[in-house]
C-alpha cells in the first residue's frame, strides 16, 4: 500500500495550492481519508478528513472556511484545496487513510500515511 502526495509548492500568503493524494495497492474507496501537517518543531496535526464516499468531511478550526477536501473513489484519490494561505500554514501535509468510514480527527486511528509534500506560505 502506497500513498504518494503532491501538489506542494511556495505560495505567497492570501495564494492557493491543491494537493492530491493518490493511493495504490488496495482500493480505500471504503475509507476515511485524512489530512496532517507538521511544522517543524512542532507535532503533526489533523487537517481535514473526508468520509468514504465524499457525504461528509471534517476540518480543524484553523482552516474551517479555508480548506476543502474531496475525494475521487475511482481513482482512488484525495485532494485537499487550500484556499487564502498564511504562513502559518508552511508544513510538511501528510495524506492518511483509517480503517473506519467516520470521519475523525484522530492520529491513531490513521492506519496508512503518505510521505509528505512540502508547503511553503510566504508573508
Known amino acids: 500500500v502506497q500513498l504518494a502526495e503532491s501538489g506542494g509548492g511556495l505560495v505567497q500568503a492570501g495564494g492557493s495550492l491543491k494537493l492530491s493524494c493518490a493511493a495504490s495497492g488496495r482500493s480505500f474507496a471504503d475509507n476515511t481519508m485524512g489530512w496532517f501537517r507538521q511544522a517543524p518543531g512542532k507535532e503533526r496535526e489533523f487537517v481535514a478528513c473526508?468520509?468514504?464516499?465524499?457525504?461528509?468531511?471534517y476540518y480543524a478550526d484553523f482552516v474551517k472556511g479555508r480548506f476543502t477536501a474531496s475525494r475521487d473513489n475511482a481513482k482512488n484519490s484525495v485532494t485537499l484545496e487550500m484556499n487564502s494561505l498564511k504562513p502559518e500554514d508552511t508544513a510538511v501535509y501528510y495524506c492518511?487513510?483509517?480503517?473506519?468510514?467516520?470521519?475523525?480527527?484522530?492520529?491513531?486511528?490513521?492506519?496508512?500515511w503518505g510521505q509528505g509534500t512540502q508547503v511553503t506560505v510566504s508573508s
Open positions: 492518511a487513510v483509517t480503517h473506519g468510514w467516520d470521519t475523525t480527527p484522530l492520529t491513531r486511528a490513521y492506519k496508512y
Open positions: 473526508i468520509n468514504w464516499n465524499g457525504s461528509d468531511s
